[in-house]
């Protein structure tokens, strides 16, 4: 009994912080994106 619940607060702590990276991705997108074009479009040139 005792190996099922640390298994299930293990299953629920990579919930919570796929969820923060979720949301940290929506919220900084545009960031994101231009970072990641300035980097490809940087590769182009070299």
Same mark, same amino acid.
């Given at each position: 009994? $005792? ?41 182009? $040139?070299?």
């Amino acid at each position: 009994m $005792n190996f099922r619940s640390k298994k299930g607060m293990e299953l629920v702590q990579v919930a919570i912080l796929v969820a923060i990276a979720v949301a940290i991705g929506l919220i900084f997108k545009t960031q994101i994106t231009d970072f990641v074009n300035d980097t490809f479009k940087g590769l182009e $040139n070299f």
